[in-house]
């Protein structure tokens, strides 16, 4: 009985991870000449024309009897389909990948046999959540936080949609696991798989590779970004894809080029074969697929969505300048943008596209039509959203709210596809969507730097962070964590409009949330926990008239929604304050 109990133990946990499509059609099928692919796609038993199948080089289409071919050297392993406007993939109950490709088992040469079946549904109003970094590694009780703090704001937010009979989808843009970790505490990405399912994530996920989803063990050679996927493929499948939802198409891209060198004096952690370095780039094999994919869509006014780990363009210098610069970069870490110009240019013939992606654990809205040196790309604006593991769970783990190494609370980003028309909110695990900025009275910050023991020990010992104990008197700090460009910022004391000025600065909820306790409460007080990329990049200050006013303030948001705030001052300042 025992035994029994163990096999059925490993059957159930393999068929957990099993998104890929096991569906047999009994449609007839057989294979083109020369074809070592092929197969059917199917709805409700009839064969569906037109639905695009790829190995991640050819992409061909199913004839009128549902049936494709392809002649693959299989190297990546799996083939899928790219899901067809108003059909949904199945996805296996207690699972939350939907079922679009299919292992490749056979030998090179050996045609193999692949069904896929859809379900006709109406989402041409539909929801899609955007998540990343999820960073679950088996530390800091990161596991029971995302299961008692996360999934409930994610199911909350869902639960919205769902009352109004709007389906609801997910793209994560990777690093749910950390390469890092892996061997250390016996937690790759085939066990997020399972830990995401077993929290009952509420939606189907279409997944993104991160750099931190690469076999960190994999030695370096010629095939290291392609070897270090195999754990990944396994388990999520193909790293770049496309698929339909309603009238947007979208598209998801692994843009990591892992390296994994070996380095002088490394100490990459355990079983680690090299540095887990990687380049921000997409490689020629992908573009080549995507110039295909792109040319599939006759309807060049279709909305565009690209899902990928890195960004790609940020405002050189925010709010002041309307200069991009690149996060993509050679080996030797380089930020231009001609590569990533080649990469966007790709899209120029498109309308409306967006990039969703994460990495920074950083929020950030950069639309490119504010640059009109690059005109192709004006119809792009890369989301670079918040990481779900703020500073790597860090925060919550010691006390303090769930935020991210910019001081904005993590969270995730929502938007509303209706047909062609898409709107988008930022929702903070802490404080929901109702509440997009938090307001700082400096007075009373400033207090706090100057009386408190371990903020004065933290800061003789880090000369990069900013002392508030000097600031000048009634400052007000306002902290709008997804600003955008044409956002507007409002604030009236005792009826009248004061002067409101952008200046980035440090968060000190930040500050007093992970930086003493990673410095100070554990005598590592040396530790560059700080660096000016950590800076608040979306910080606005207004002067009060006097210490104890009280300031109405109104953000307003790309689409008019009004977020406000009754400022009574003097604000107490804390840790865990709102």
């Given at each position: 009985m025992k035994k029994l109990l163990l096999i059925l133990l490993a059957l159930t946990l393999s068929f957990s991870l099993s998104a890929q499509s096991t569906h047999t059609s009994t449609l007839k099928a057989k294979p083109a000449k020369g074809a070592t692919i092929y197969g059917t796609v199917e709805c409700d038993g009839r064969p569906l024309e037109g639905v695009a199948v790829s190995d991640g080089y050819t992409i061909v289409k199913t004839d009128k009897r549902g049936v494709y071919s392809i002649a693959s050297q299989k190297r990546n392993?799996?083939?899928?389909?790219?899901?067809?406007?108003?059909?949904?993939?199945?996805?296996?109950?207690?699972?939350?990948?939907?079922?679009?490709?299919?292992?490749?088992?056979?030998?090179?040469?050996?045609?193999?046999?692949?069904?896929?079946?859809?379900?006709?549904?109406?989402?041409?109003?539909?929801?899609?959540?955007?998540?990343?970094?999820?960073?679950?590694?088996?530390?800091?009780?990161?596991?029971?936080?995302?299961?008692?703090?996360?999934?409930?704001?994610?199911?909350?937010?869902?639960?919205?949609?769902?009352?109004?009979?709007?389906?609801?989808?997910?793209?994560?843009?990777?690093d749910s696991s950390f390469d890092l970790f892996w061997y250390d505490f016996l937690f790759d990405i085939g066990d997020f798989r399972k830990e995401i399912s077993k929290v009952g994530y509420p939606t189907p996920i279409f997944h993104a590779m991160g750099n931190h989803d690469n076999d960190g063990a994999t030695e370096p050679n010629e095939d290291t970004d392609f070897n270090a996927t195999a754990k990944y493929r396994e388990v999520f499948g193909p790293t770049y894809y496309s698929f339909n939802i309603g009238k947007v198409h979208y598209i998801i891209l692994d843009n990591l080029r892992y390296r994994n060198e070996k380095r002088p004096n490394m100490k990459p952690g355990k079983n680690m074969a090299g540095a887990r370095n990687y380049d921000h780039i997409v490689v020629d094999e992908q573009l080549e697929w995507l110039k295909k994919d792109l040319?599939?869509?006759?309807?060049?006014?279709?909305?565009?969505?690209?899902?990928?780990?890195?960004?790609?363009?940020?405002?050189?210098?925010?709010?002041?300048?309307?200069?991009?610069?690149?996060?993509?970069?050679?080996?030797?870490?380089?930020?231009?943008?001609?590569?990533?110009?080649?990469?966007?240019?790709?899209?120029?013939?498109?309308?409306?596209?967006?990039?969703?992606?994460?990495?920074?654990?950083?929020?950030?809205?950069?639309?490119?039509?504010?640059?009109?040196?690059?005109?192709?790309?004006?119809?792009?604006?890369?989301?670079?959203?918040?990481?779900?593991?703020?500073?790597?769970?860090?925060?919550?783990?010691?006390?303090?709210?769930?935020?991210?190494?910019?001081?904005?609370?993590?969270?995730?980003?929502?938007?509303?596809?209706?047909?062609?028309?898409?709107?988008?909110?930022?929702?903070?695990?802490?404080?929901?969507?109702?509440?997009?900025?938090?307001?700082?009275?400096?007075?009373?910050?400033?207090?706090?730097?100057?009386?408190?023991?371990?903020?004065?020990?933290?800061?003789?010992?880090?000369?990069?962070?900013?002392?508030?104990?000097?600031?000048?008197?009634?400052?007000?700090?306002?902290?709008?964590?997804?600003?955008?460009?044409?956002?507007?910022?409002?604030?009236?004391?005792?009826?009248?409009?004061l002067s409101v000025s952008h200046c980035p600065m440090q968060n000190p909820q930040y500050i007093v949330s992970y930086c003493i306790p990673k410095t100070v409460w554990r005598r590592n007080l040396k530790r560059d926990t700080y660096t000016l990329e950590d800076i608040s990049a979306h910080m606005f200050h207004v002067v009060a008239s006097a210490p104890d006013t009280t300031l109405e303030i109104t953000v307003t948001d790309s689409f008019g929604r009004k977020y406000t705030e009754t400022m009574v001052r003097p604000k107490a300042f804390s840790k865990n304050m709102k």
């Open positions: 392993g799996n083939v899928f389909i790219t899901i067809p406007s108003g059909y949904e993939a199945p996805v296996t109950p207690g699972d939350i990948q939907p079922q679009y490709w299919a292992a490749l088992t056979a030998e090179a040469q050996t045609p193999e046999r692949h069904d896929f079946v859809l379900r006709k549904v109406n989402n041409d109003r539909h929801a899609i959540f955007a998540i990343t970094d999820i960073h679950i590694s088996n530390q800091l009780g990161d596991r029971e936080q995302l299961e008692t703090i996360v999934m409930p704001r994610i199911r909350s937010e869902v639960e919205r949609y769902r009352q109004q009979g709007i389906p609801v989808y997910t793209m994560c843009m990777g040319a599939m869509i006759e309807d060049k006014s279709t909305p565009i969505v690209v899902g990928m780990h890195c960004p790609v363009f940020r405002l050189l210098e925010e709010h002041k300048s309307t200069k991009l610069y690149s996060y993509f970069h050679d080996s030797e870490g380089n930020r231009t943008l001609p590569p990533a110009l080649y990469f966007a240019e790709h899209f120029k013939e498109f309308k409306t596209v967006h990039f969703l992606t994460g990495h920074s654990h950083k929020l950030y809205t950069t639309p490119c039509a504010v640059n009109t040196e690059y005109p192709q790309i004006a119809g792009i604006t890369d989301h670079n959203v918040s990481a779900i593991c703020g500073a790597w769970w860090f925060t919550a783990a010691h006390g303090g709210p769930h935020l991210a190494p910019d001081g904005a609370p993590a969270g995730f980003k929502v938007f509303n596809m209706d047909g062609k028309q898409i709107d988008w909110y930022y929702t903070s695990i802490n404080d929901g969507a109702e509440h997009q900025f938090r307001s700082f009275d400096m007075n009373t910050v400033r207090d706090y730097y100057r009386t408190n023991g371990e903020m004065r020990v933290f800061l003789e010992n880090n000369a990069k962070c900013q002392d508030f104990a000097t600031v000048e008197d009634n400052r007000v700090a306002i902290h709008i964590w997804d600003w955008a460009p044409d956002w507007k910022v409002e604030v009236t004391e005792n009826g009248k409009p």
